[in-house]
């Protein structure tokens, strides 16, 4: 269903994003494309994982210290992009960024396998690497030192919130006859403009 002007756009989002996750062809549905830039304005982009989302935003977790997270520190803005090829289906996202709470990110963290969580530890995310046995041995030595009981949130990783300004949904058409919308936050309420494909 392609979004009407007085549609909520968390709705339709939710509405696509069930489509992809019940979409069997499709393996990472919260699989998505983060764009962020430094505050020189040059643009850098990889794939982080959706792992929640309302009214209040987008939420992805990351390592603090990891390129993201400085070009994040310096230029508080970014952008989502999730493209579902096997339903033809696109969203763009952009916005500002912020930290999620400790206790979203530490309830989250808690929620995640042992062994991700050893991970998380183990990785100075962006740093240069001697090379994978450096990182090995520091998965070991974590893992022996969290053996027994529950391993904490290390306080250099956590959650951003991306507070969506502008959300625009794309369908596939025939011959290139596609579908735009795009839908542009005004204080409480959303501007919404159809565009050429």
């Not at 996202?93 to 183990?122: C, H, L, M, N």
């Not at 919130?161 to 409480?188: C, K, N, T, Y």
Request: aromatic share 14%.
């Amino acid at each position: 269903m392609f979004p009407k002007e007085n549609d909520n756009p968390f709705e339709v989002f939710a509405s696509w994003y069930k489509e992809a996750e019940d979409c069997k062809q499709i393996t990472q549905p919260d699989a998505v494309n983060l764009a962020t830039a430094t505050k020189e304005a040059i643009p850098s982009s990889r794939m982080v994982l959706l792992k929640g989302y309302n009214k209040d935003g987008f939420v992805f977790f990351t390592n603090y210290g990891s390129r993201k997270a400085a070009e994040l520190q310096d230029n508080p803005h970014a952008a989502l992009c999730f493209f579902w090829q096997q339903i033809g289906k696109q969203i763009r996202i952009t916005g500002k960024v912020e930290k999620v709470s400790p206790e979203e990110s530490d309830e989250y963290f808690a929620s995640r396998p042992k062994q991700s969580q050893i991970g998380a530890w183990a990785s100075k995310q962006s740093q240069p690497l001697g090379g994978k046995k450096e990182l090995l041995a520091e998965v070991a030595k974590i893992g022996i030192k969290y053996n027994i009981g529950t391993v904490p949130r290390p306080q250099f990783w956590g959650g951003y919130r991306l507070i969506p300004d502008a959300i625009e949904f794309w369908q596939l058409g025939d011959f290139r006859i596609h579908d735009r919308m795009v839908f542009q936050r005004s204080g409480q309420s959303w501007n919404v403009q159809r565009l050429y494909p």
